[in-house]
């Protein structure tokens, strides 16, 4: 069993910046594939970015390439993601998900433990 807790929401203006963290409880933090999901009002969920277990290769929705960076401390128990360029489209409740499966994901199906969410909201 793992317990996810998300921090470093908030409200930013349109070009800021923000990184959200996720700490794991439990001593098996580091054996998961780790992933962020995000849902606007009135819109489904989304992938947004994904991690390998040791952290060496990791998978980004197309459209946020190159504003997030997601990374993880496997010693810490925590996974972050580092937003830059943010924009309005960015508002959203964003989670972090663990998954057992030792290949990366972009659906949040194939992910078994979720956090509760954390809000991002970006004005223009």
């Known amino acids: 069993q793992v317990q996810l807790v998300e921090s470093g929401g908030g409200l930013v203006q349109a070009g800021g910046s923000l990184r959200l963290s996720c700490a794991a409880s439990g001593r098996t933090f580091s054996s998961y594939v780790m992933g962020w999901f995000r849902q606007a009002p009135g819109k489904e969920r989304e992938f947004v970015a994904t991690i390998s277990w040791s952290g060496d290769n990791t998978y980004y929705a197309h459209s946020l390439k190159g504003r997030f960076t997601i990374s993880r401390d496997n010693a810490k128990n925590t996974v972050y993601l580092q937003m830059n360029s943010l924009k309005p489209e960015d508002t959203a409740v964003y989670y972090c998900?663990?998954?057992?499966?030792?290949?990366?994901?972009?659906?949040?199906?194939?992910?078994?433990?979720w956090g509760q969410g954390t809000q991002v909201t970006v004005s223009s």
């Open positions: 998900a663990a998954s057992r499966l030792e290949r990366l994901s972009v659906n949040g199906k194939l992910y078994h433990y």
